[in-house]
């Protein structure tokens, strides 16, 4: 599964904008990158009154997804899920998944754009997971870079984070009410051999699965 970095940062820092800038130079690094960005805003509209997609969503369903030659568009409510359980579940084919927000995200590495007109003090000493700090103002520290070194933070991901995964990372993901479980690679091998058995005994000709997705959804307990 592909590793997530996030850019957070006070309102107007630049998160946008430095964010943008990293993932055109991941792309020309030759990498598959996919965008997360968490906004405050409510009521955006996507689709216009008239469309089908807003004639299905008026109707009261949950969510559409409309599909053309050359998108696909999803729309549907808010469920709440973790930046992690968003990656995982839409963009498992992708390199990298860089987020924008979601500053309070649990065991997701995180990247501060900070400017010298920001008058909150630096997120990094309230939040957990910043590995890097992005600002314009003299900092302290490990990992610190310009607003205009976008190509040197793309290398820094990349060495951190896409070049030990392309010699062998997870080969096996477990989500647990959307959380990401770590499992060492006995447990993965384990997990994906038995699987993998059970797909064999389905007997399915001359397919040959490369990728196997199973969602279990478990009863509810008495208590």
Not at 19 to 27: D, E, N, P
Not at 76 to 104: M, Q, Y
Not at 168 to 178: A, Y
Request: net charge neutral; proline share 4%; hydrophobic share 40%.
């Amino acid at each position: 599964m592909p590793p997530i970095i996030t850019f957070i940062g006070w309102h107007d820092s630049g998160k946008t904008t430095l964010a943008s800038q990293v993932v055109h130079h991941l792309k020309q690094l030759g990498y598959q990158v996919a965008v997360i960005k968490s906004t405050k805003e409510t009521g955006i509209v996507f689709d216009t009154p008239g469309t089908d997609t807003h004639t299905h969503r008026s109707a009261g369903a949950d969510s559409v997804m409309l599909v053309a030659p050359d998108q696909m568009v999803i729309m549907t409510d808010n469920r709440s899920e973790s930046l992690t359980s968003l990656a995982h579940r839409h963009f498992p084919e992708v390199d990298i998944v860089i987020g924008e927000g979601f500053k309070k995200a649990k065991h997701v590495s995180k990247i501060e754009v900070f400017r010298n007109s920001d008058t909150n003090e630096l997120l990094r000493n309230s939040v957990s997971g910043v590995i890097a700090v992005a600002s314009d103002k003299a900092i302290s520290g490990d990992h610190i870079f310009r607003l205009n070194e976008s190509a040197e933070i793309a290398s820094f991901i990349e060495k951190r984070f896409l070049q030990d995964a392309a010699k062998g990372g997870d080969h096996t993901t477990l989500l647990i009410n959307g959380n990401r479980i770590p499992m060492k690679t006995f447990v993965q091998d384990a997990l994906a051999g038995t699987i993998g058995c059970f797909v064999d005994s389905l007997k399915l000709g001359s397919s040959n699965p490369k990728t196997i997705d199973i969602r279990i959804t478990l009863p509810e307990k008495n208590n």
